[in-house]
């Protein structure tokens, strides 16, 4: 089932949400629906609290081989900084520049319930930085450094491609 995307300034994106106490059947088809719903607007990460559901759960999948599903994720280290354009599926035709950890370590739960940590770098770790922030009611554009036009997008990818 795919579910509607809550748009900022919903106040729901802002709350921090419950960590799941117990992985259910209602919680693997809740991150199925999520899937799907995070596949259907194009995105690369999504979080509970973007579709109206108060639980500490995202996904975050960068590329066709790692999906990850993060059930009460939290980042135990992080190293490295740098600094890149980011968007979001609950804040529609805007972008900026974010500073980030480029290389972070998250423990989580997976669907069945075991303990699991994963060492991300660049792009990925990117994402789930930006998801685990949903989780904490925090949203991109509390972070944002730099305001880039929607027209402006694709010249500003072209131009910092190397960086």
Do not use: W
């Not at 919903?10 to 209602?26: A, C, F, N, W």
């Not at 693997?28 to 899937?35: C, G, R």
């Not at 108060?54 to 992080?78: G, T």
């Amino acid at each position: 089932m795919r579910y509607p995307i809550i748009i900022h300034p919903d106040d729901q994106l802002r709350r921090k949400p419950k960590p799941v106490s117990m992985i259910t059947d209602e919680l693997v088809q809740l991150l199925e629906d999520m899937y799907e719903t995070m596949v259907a607007h194009d995105g690369v990460g999504i979080a509970a609290p973007q579709i109206g559901k108060n639980l500490q759960v995202a996904i975050v999948e960068v590329d066709e081989e790692d999906r990850f599903e993060l059930i009460n994720p939290e980042i135990i280290e992080s190293s490295g900084e740098s600094v890149d354009v980011e968007g979001c599926l609950s804040i529609p035709h805007t972008y900026g520049t974010v500073k980030r950890a480029d290389e972070i370590t998250v423990r989580y739960f997976d669907r069945e319930g075991e303990e699991m940590e994963v060492q991300a770098f660049g792009y990925l770790a990117r994402a789930i930085q930006h998801e685990i922030d949903h989780l904490n009611g925090v949203l991109f554009i509390d972070k944002m450094i730099d305001k880039i036009p929607e027209s402006e997008l694709e010249q500003y990818m072209e131009e910092h491609e190397n960086d």
